[in-house]
């Protein structure tokens, strides 16, 4: 099993600031994505009905667990539907109670700028956006950020940086933001220590983040294998993994994302158990909203292949820590 080995790396990781090129991938992100103003409706009616939907499922979806979970949430999400809805609807709650206080935004990890985890908060009565992320954008001066400023009427500046070292002022902004890249970013603690230094007193952070790296195909990849191998990124040893991961025609011909082991392959992850993120971000952050999806495939893997199950746990692993597929967070930073 590869446990000991991915706590070493967790270990190793601790104090240290990514500075690795993706290049390999920029291509994919810098196609054209159609920019609307406006959002869907069914968008804006599945915000509306999400928080309900969900606290009608709490007792079902408990019993469906059967499990303690050891740290603070507010509701549990089985899959993803309605779990960004419901957050999100939670977070722009707030923000439009005090709109004129949210000047400044920041979004990291906004890739190239069109998609619609950009163009969601584009649409918000927020004057100022800025994002950052690890890969420069050949066509954000000449393409991207012109488009955007003519859509949406902003002030838009995206930089190329880690979200470890920032090169923004401290208490500079009022909104942070990111959609898939607590998970993947190494040092978390170095990373919230930063978003709570640039985040003025008050100010909010919203982070949805997933698949949790001990969940099923928590490296992204692993479940092009088929069900029964959810987790082999944890039960193989790391020669047998290596290689699996390692095959690229394999990936090309069975998997829905061809490239869905490059993140494998870079071991670009914080493997972080649930707890773990909970426990930093309650090092620096009020706890406000806390979505926590559960794995309906972890679920069905935990039935199937119970001897896998054991041992899992009997290597030191939680049922929570192999369910807890994802998070979706509202924090605030705290007056003083």
Not at 59 to 70: C, F, R
Not at 103 to 132: A, H, T
Not at 134 to 144: D, F, G, P, Q, Y
Not at 254 to 281: G, M, T, V
Request: hydrophobic share 40%.
């Amino acid at each position: 099993m590869r446990l000991t080995l991915i706590e070493n790396k967790k270990k190793e990781n601790a104090a240290f600031v990514q500075q690795i090129s993706l290049d390999r991938i920029s291509d994919q992100f810098n196609g054209f994505k159609p920019l609307r103003k406006k959002e869907p409706l069914r968008r804006i009616l599945s915000r509306l009905i999400s928080r309900r939907m969900l606290f009608f499922q709490q007792t079902k979806i408990k019993n469906v667990l059967s499990v303690p979970i050891n740290f603070p949430y507010n509701f549990l999400c089985l899959g993803d539907r309605f779990a960004q809805d419901a957050s999100l609807a939670a977070m722009l709650s707030l923000l439009h109670k005090k709109p004129d206080e949210i000047k400044n935004m920041l979004i990291v990890g906004c890739g190239s700028g069109y998609g619609e985890d950009v163009q969601f908060w584009l649409r918000q009565p927020i004057k100022n956006i800025y994002g950052i992320d690890a890969i420069r954008h050949t066509l954000w001066e000449s393409k991207i950020i012109p488009d955007l400023i003519q859509k949406y009427d902003k002030n838009i500046i995206f930089k190329q940086t880690m979200a470890e070292q920032t090169p923004f002022e401290s208490n500079f902004f009022d909104f942070v933001t990111s959609s898939a890249v607590i998970e993947h970013i190494k040092s978390v603690d170095l990373a919230i220590t930063e978003m709570h230094r640039i985040l003025r007193p008050g100010g909010y952070a919203w982070h949805a983040f997933g698949p949790l790296y001990y969940s099923y195909a928590g490296d992204h990849c692993i479940n092009a294998y088929g069900r029964q191998h959810g987790y082999d990124h944890l039960l193989c040893g790391e020669d047998t993994y290596r290689r699996m991961i390692e095959d690229d025609q394999f990936f090309k011909h069975h998997a829905e994302d061809p490239l869905c082991n490059y993140w494998a392959k870079q071991q670009q992850f914080s493997y972080y158990k649930p707890e773990e993120y909970i426990r930093y971000f309650q090092k620096y952050f009020q706890l406000v909203d806390v979505v926590l999806v559960i794995s309906p495939e972890g679920l069905r893997y935990r039935k199937l292949y119970p001897e896998k199950w054991n041992q899992l746990k009997e290597n030191g692993l939680e049922d929570i820590d192999l369910l807890a597929k994802g998070f979706l967070t509202i924090l605030q930073k705290p007056l003083n």
